[in-house]
T-cell receptor
Framework: DGGITQSPKYLFRKEGQNVTLSCEQN?????MYWYRQDPGQGLRLIYYSQIVNDFQKGDIAEGYSVSREKKESFPLTVTSAQKNPTAFYLCATRAGGIYEQYFGPGTRLTVT | AQSVTQLDSHVSVSEGTPVLLRCNYSSSYSPSLFWYVQHPNKGLQLLLKYTSAATLVKGINGFEAEFKKSETSFHLTKPSAHMSDAAEYFC????????????FGKGTMLLVSP
């Protein structure tokens, strides 16, 4: 996990509330990613950003939003429009010129 | 669309016996392939990667994988399982479109009994 921080580890929210998940990195990597993990589903890409002030939708972007104002930070907001937000959320980074990604420890979000 | 198929959702072995986790990829190009491991409620850790060099790739903790283009396979093996190997394993392929994103298999849970 070293160098990628996700906070908090566990997060609880009521239905209808927006919630923002934090991802910070000190690896000086250009690219950052957000994934959602559900049991038996593998990881699904929500959003990614290859440079500051630019980001692209992944496979399941509906109900989520992101920003990339600083190289070190890529926060994810889970909006009330996301129909099934309860999941384990993972942030990852990638250095330029390589293909593998490095993952943070994750945030488990529970919405009731 | 690219897809990665992990052929077993669960694999059970006894400590000290060999491990085989099976993976098939779909890319028709020369792929970049990875195996990651995830312990419960943790992030993913890179075990090994194949990027068109040697077809037998050695990783951490005694794991290795063999790339077989004729079979479109990238199976993960370990000669002798340890209790600490119990975790979920993901086979992953870099997508053809610029290699900036990854396609994940659904995962194989490895159970190790004493």
């Amino acid at each position: 996990d070293g160098g990628i921080t996700q906070s908090p580890k566990y997060l609880f929210r009521k239905e209808g509330q927006n919630v923002t998940l934090s991802c910070e990195q000190n690896l000086n990597h250009d690219a950052m990613y957000w994934y959602r993990q559900d049991p038996g589903q593998g990881l699904r890409l929500i959003y990614y950003s290859q440079i500051v002030n630019d980001f692209q939708k992944g496979d399941i972007a509906e109900g989520y939003s992101v920003s990339r104002e600083k190289k070190e930070s890529f926060p994810l907001t889970v909006t009330s429009a996301q129909k099934n937000p309860t999941a384990f959320y993972l942030c990852a980074t990638r250095a330029g010129g390589i293909y593998e990604q490095y993952f943070g420890p994750g945030t488990r979000l529970t919405v009731t | 669309a690219q897809s990665v198929t992990q052929l077993d959702s669960h694999v059970s072995v006894s400590e000290g016996t060999p491990v085989l986790l099976r993976c098939n990829y779909s890319s028709s190009y020369s792929p970049s392939l990875f195996w990651y491991v995830q312990h419960p409620n943790k992030g993913l850790q890179l075990l090994l990667k194949y990027t068109s060099a040697a077809t037998l790739v050695k990783g951490i903790n005694g794991f290795e994988a063999e790339f077989k283009k004729s079979e479109t396979s990238f199976h993960l093996t370990k000669p002798s399982a340890h209790m600490s190997d119990a975790a979920e394993y993901f086979c992953v392929e870099a997508r053809d479109s610029g290699y900036s994103t990854l396609t994940f298999g659904k995962g194989t849970m490895l159970l190790v009994s004493p």
